[in-house]
């Protein structure tokens, strides 16, 4: 949504890393079991990823979706990284969407099998890409999600607290509400 207004580039490491396994490259197998168990992939990966990406994309401005999820890849980053916006949503938000998420295997489109007809017809509507349940939005897996969140994520709150640049959001409400913050805080981004 926000490439798609705003033209500003997205990434998030979970898309290229199953893109990766996908077409089945080193860092893809290297991942794999890493990712299936909902545990977070090291540091030193994640962060080289981000810099590649960078280097390509990253000239005027760029949002990233899940990272940095600890405090060394944030540190990393440090200087390039103007604001945090913490999307709070509860554990039971959380299974509520996993258990109906579908994602566009081409393109990361995410919608869920109650919008639009997409249970009958998994087309994404952007690329026509197959719109397909990811392995990890397992009940069980996000037991782990949650696990590694608590103990490596949530510390980057404080952090980005301290440095007046946390945005937090309830990410409970529709995606239209949570999006409509989301491009309040990009409007203003250069103020
Ligand atoms: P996501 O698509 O953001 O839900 O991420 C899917 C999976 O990719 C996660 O469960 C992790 O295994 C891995 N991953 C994504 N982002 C990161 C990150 N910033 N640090 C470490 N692992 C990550």
Redesign the pocket.
Known sequence: MITRHFAIPVT????I??REMDLGTPLGHE?EE??????????A??VRL?EDWLNLHGNDGFV???????LP?AKSLDEILERAVWLDVSEETARDRIVSRLQCRRCGFTTSVTSAGFAERPICPYCDGPLVR?E?DDVA?LQT?LA?FNSKTQPLAAFYEEKSALHRLDANRSREEVFGDISRLIETRSE
Do not use: C, K, N, Y
Request: aromatic share 6%.
């Open positions: 998030s490491p979970g898309t890393l199953r991942t890493t990712t299936r168990h909902g545990a977070l992939v090291s540091d990966i994640i981000i990233f979706d899940g990272f940095p999820r600890t890849q990811r990890d897996i999600r590694e």
